[in-house]
């Protein structure tokens, strides 16, 4: 869907380049703005603000690919950014899980496990990515650590880097290298992991994650920059406006990834939404996010590069409202075309909970979303010319050879609709979708098999992760 004409993009895209240009980005690590001063970028030591002119942006996107493969321990499940694919990712970041039985609390390493086992299982899901949830009662210096390997053994999809600094970073980058049994160079023409880069807006790169970006960079790991743009809050109010900022932040962080390493993986993200205005909360799944889903994917495709969104949230609970709201950002993803789908399962509250039932329901809608995306068949075998004729001649399509014979492989069968009849329904408990849901999610875990491991690289990650651990207690980023 193009919701912006050719002209609105453009004046969005010359907007951003006057913001590139005279007002600048904050940029807070000494590396990076070495990096850009070695590049002619005007620098503003006192206040740490880089100016770049549009040269070095399309010297910059002259380089970037528009599309690469992310390859994780199971090559069959290598997925490609870019180009007429979509994926999608299992929720990330919230500090508490919820589910129906035991309620919200903080999150715990179980449950962290317990994601990513179900991230495994449903097929809907495509990538692993930041924290599902914070694994509270670890330490906060090195439980990335935990996480890493238990993205590993619990799954065998590619995974997020915590790329708060360059030690995350690259604990994540030398797990996945050792899990494949490649080296660092091997790794950097066949990328295994993926990261967030969050710009600090309005106009702000942080230390850590600008250190980050650069660890990824180097090592030839794609970066998603993604500025965090709530309009009437760290943007302007306007959508408009709100573009205009987004596209600067999104292009600078694109810009500093080339210079690193030029034809480095890097992909345009877009989170922006607003907030409300009487409360300040942030608020998903609006009209405005669902906009901005559309028109970022135009201005991702001007510059020809991958497309990152999100299809979030603000309900409390995984009820009707967690899952319009939710359907609204999907719908905003998938006609922006959208590659890559964040917190595509689990996310509830603003990003705050990790929800056992909510991405139960969420991988329903997902499934749906693939059905939705699968080409027309139109070939004379498809049309069911044999179940047409059945019909005239008194006949109907339910119980024809043609209706009969497709069934099983044509049709989405659902997890959690009710297709009961309604008796059955009543013996059944009357559960709503919600309740049905909690049913699912435990019955996957019960029936989830681990994926096998060569025991001598779960021995190398053991020890990797018992030496890293030792050098951070001692003080080691």
């Known amino acids: 869907m193009e919701l912006l004409s050719a002209e609105q993009v453009e004046a969005i895209h010359l907007n951003s380049m006057r913001i590139l240009e005279e007002l600048g980005i904050e940029v807070m690590s000494n590396r990076a703005l070495e990096v850009f001063r070695a590049a002619g970028a005007k620098i503003d030591d006192a206040t740490m603000t880089v100016r770049i002119d549009r040269g070095l942006v399309a010297q910059a996107l002259a380089t970037a690919p528009a599309a690469f493969t992310l390859t994780s321990r199971n090559r069959d499940k290598q997925i490609i950014v870019g180009g007429n694919n979509i994926n999608f990712s299992l929720v990330a970041g919230p500090p508490n899980v919820h589910d129906c039985e035991r309620g919200r609390r903080p999150g715990s390493y179980d449950d962290y496990c317990n994601f990513i086992r179900l991230a495994h299982y449903f097929n809907a899901i495509h990538l692993i990515g930041n924290q599902v949830c914070a694994p509270v009662e670890m330490p906060a210096n090195s439980r990335h650590l935990d996480t890493y390997r238990a993205n590993l053994t619990y799954s065998d999809l590619s995974y997020h880097c915590t790329a708060i600094g360059t030690g995350r970073t690259m604990d994540g980058i030398r797990m996945m290298a050792i899990s494949r049994g490649i080296s660092l160079e091997e790794m950097a023409t066949d990328p295994g992991v993926i990261t967030v880069i969050s710009v600090n807006s309005p106009r702000r790169f942080d230390d850590a994650m600008s250190d980050g970006l650069i660890a990824m960079a180097e090592h030839g790991q794609p970066v998603v920059v993604t500025p965090f743009t709530l309009m009437g809050a760290m943007a302007p109010v306007t959508m408009a406006g709100a573009l205009s900022q987004q596209n600067a932040e999104a292009l ?8 690193i390493r030029p034809g480095s993986p890097v992909v345009y993200g877009s989170f922006t939404s607003n907030v409300d205005m009487r409360s300040g909360a942030p608020a998903f799944g609006t009209p405005e996010n669902t906009k901005a889903n559309v028109a970022s994917g135009q201005l991702a495709r001007r510059y020809k590069l991958p497309y990152r969104t999100s299809n979030p ?10 899952i319009y709201e939710t359907q609204m950002s999907l719908w905003g993803s998938v006609l922006g075309h959208s590659n890559l789908v964040y917190h595509a399962a689990g996310w509830l509250e603003g990003g705050l909970t990790a929800s056992y039932e909510k991405l139960v329901l969420d991988v329903e809608m997902l499934q749906h979303m693939i059905e939705f995306l699968k080409p027309i068949a139109v070939n004379h075998d498809e049309l069911g010319f044999d179940a047409i004729q059945g019909v005239a001649t008194g006949g109907h399509f339910f119980g024809s050879p043609h209706t009969m014979s497709r069934y099983e492989n044509a049709f989405y069968q659902p997890m959690v609709s009710n297709w009961q009849n309604h008796e059955s329904w009543k013996i059944d408990g009357a559960k709503d979708a919600t309740q049905r849901a909690t049913g699912i999610w435990k019955r996957a875990l019960r029936e989830y098999e681990e994926p096998a491991m060569d025991p001598a ?6 020890a990797y992760v018992a030496k890293r651990r030792e050098a951070i207690g001692a003080g080691e980023p």
Request: net charge negative; aromatic share 0%.
């Open 252 to 259: 600078m962080g694109v810009v500093l990834t080339q210079l």
């Open 313 to 322: 949230n603000a309900s409390n609970a995984a009820d009707a409202q967690a």
């Open 457 to 462: 690289i779960r021995e190398e990650l053991d």
